[in-house]
């Protein structure tokens, strides 16, 4: 009886990796129940007794695959929460980047096919997946302009970093998408993951700090009217 549970288990694995792999390569739409158990080497009706339907497999795909992900990627990419929060805001960028090119993870495959081709299925879970991560950026930059994190200077900053940690790696993957990149005008961008960590934090936070400065003179500027109105309004009054 062990055993058939062991067997069972590791059945069950063997779908999600082949799912998690034609999925990736494909998205739900193209993949095919009979594709995923010919990778998996288990009859087509595996598919029904472990998740039910097609529909079922591609949801624990997802969570399987960014679970993985995560594993191999902690969100503070190795560094300590006492740390500053510019440190901390590099970790989390490196973490990002680190998950997204990760030829061993499919996570970032399966969103990019779901985002082109949208199947309606990830929606919720996806957001609970990346929840963590808005919610982390939103925090990080909350603490940088010392602002709260509903607010909405922190949440277009918050946006404006995942934003450029997503951009280069579209590109690279429509680059690869065509026959000859370089007849297309695409050139290739950096291919050194920290180096682009290393640009996305110096432009995040450089950005961060001329905001937050324009912030703190928008704030002196406001209360030097408020003064001065004050000071004005009291000399009417005594006049």
């Known amino acids: 009886m062990r055993r058939q549970r062991s067997d069972g288990q590791q059945t069950r694995r063997n779908l999600l990796g082949s799912a998690c792999r034609v999925f990736a390569s494909k998205g739900f739409r193209q993949a095919t129940i009979a594709e995923i158990c010919k990778k998996a080497k288990v009859n087509n009706a595996a598919v029904s007794y472990h998740f039910g339907s097609k529909e079922d ?6 969570r399987y695959a960014f679970a993985q992900s995560s594993n191999v990627c902690p969100l503070n990419g ?6 500053p929060a510019e440190v901390r805001m590099r970790g989390l960028i490196f973490s990002i980047m680190q998950r997204i ?3 061993k993870s499919h996570a970032f495959d399966i969103f990019y096919k779901e ?4 199947s309606g299925l990830l929606t919720k879970v996806m957001w609970e997946s990346v929840e963590p991560i808005v919610r982390g950026f939103d925090l990080l930059v909350s603490e940088l302009l010392d602002k709260e ?3 909405q200077e922190v949440q277009l900053c918050s946006m404006s970093i995942r934003f450029q940690c997503l951009g280069p790696l579209l590109y690279a993957r429509r680059r690869k998408s065509v026959q000859d990149p370089s007849q297309n005008g695409l050139k290739p961008l950096v291919e050194d993951v920290e180096q682009l960590v290393d640009h996305i934090t110096r432009f995040s936070l450089s950005g961060i700090q001329c905001f937050a400065s324009e912030i703190r003179n928008n704030q002196q500027t406001r209360l ?8 004005k309004n009291n000399l009417t009054r005594n006049g």
């Open 78 to 83: 190795g560094i300590p929460a006492e740390a």
């Open 149 to 151: 994190p509903n607010e």
């Open 57 to 62: 497999l591609y949801v624990e795909c997802w």
């Open 224 to 231: 030097a009217h408020e003064l001065h109105r004050s000071v």
């Open 101 to 103: 090119t990760n030829p």
């Open 115 to 118: 985002a082109a081709n949208p």
